[in-house]
T-cell receptor, first 114, second 112 residues
Framework: DTGVSQNPRHKITKRGQNVTFRCDPI?????LYWYRQTLGQGPEFLTY????????KSRLLSDRFSAERPKGSFSTLEIQRTEQGDSAMYLC????????????FGSGTQLSVL | GESVGLHLPTLSVQEGDNSIINCAYS??????FIWYKQESGKGPQFIID?????DKRQGQRVTVLLNKTVKHLSLQIAATQPGDSAVYFC???????????FGAGTRLFVKA
């Protein structure tokens, strides 16, 4: 149990549709991260939150992507007008360890855009 | 630019042998390094970490070596077991920074 729950686990959608993923940390964390992982690659940073505030966004996060963390607990990641290139695993993580530098990931949401 | 890479995309070892997975990094400002293990259908899982003021750190059956001179990181797994079959990622971070940067990964196959 990593302490991070993500749903759905799998999402298949048609190109042009909107999708939303949810991340629920089991315990409270100030910081929450979103990463994207394509097949055979390492996770790529997308964005992170400090409480409700979204403090950094990667250039990978186009205008079609929006993330929120309304109460500083769970977070959502929405992709509008999905494209085939959006197909990937979307991972959510919270920090932990002595200096809060380790990342604890959820199992991710696997998105397939047809 | 910043990058963390791996020399070999796949590694196949016999059960019981030792495994060595290598990684090169390029950001001289990184001072914290982590190895993650990712099994199929799961998110990456922390294995072991090391700070730049150390050259070696040992865990249970795993050892991480850091060579700052050549910006090289390695993960050694002793007595490799079938359960060690997974993709291994090295990652780097600057203390106080917010972003962890991952390499491309090495897939480890353990032959029974």
């Amino acid at each position: 149990d990593t302490g991070v729950s993500q749903n759905p686990r799998h999402k298949i959608t048609k190109r042009g549709q909107n999708v939303t993923f949810r991340c629920d940390p089991i315990s409270e964390h100030n910081r929450l991260y979103w990463y994207r992982q394509t097949l055979g690659q390492g996770p790529e940073f997308l964005t992170y939150f400090q409480n409700e505030a979204q403090l950094e966004k990667s250039r990978l996060l186009s205008d079609r992507f929006s993330a929120e963390r309304p109460k500083g607990s769970f977070s959502t990641l929405e992709i509008q007008r999905t494209e085939q290139g959006d197909s990937a695993m979307y991972l959510c993580a919270t920090p932990g360890g002595q200096a809060n530098e380790k990342l604890f990931f959820g199992s991710g949401t696997q998105l397939s855009v047809l | 630019g910043e990058s963390v890479g791996l020399h070999l995309p796949t590694l196949s070892v016999q059960e019981g042998d030792n495994s060595i997975i290598n990684c090169a990094y390029s950001n001289s400002a990184s001072d914290y390094f982590i190895w993650y293990k990712q099994e199929s259908g799961k998110g990456p899982q922390f294995i072991i970490d090391i700070r730049s003021n150390m050259d070696k750190r040992q865990g249970q059956r795993v050892t991480v070596l850091l060579n700052k001179t050549v910006k090289h990181l390695s993960l050694q797994i002793a007595a490799t077991q079938p359960g060690d079959s997974a993709v291994y990622f090295c990652a780097e971070k600057e203390t106080g920074g917010f972003k962890t940067i991952f390499g491309a990964g090495t897939r480890l196959f353990v032959k029974a």
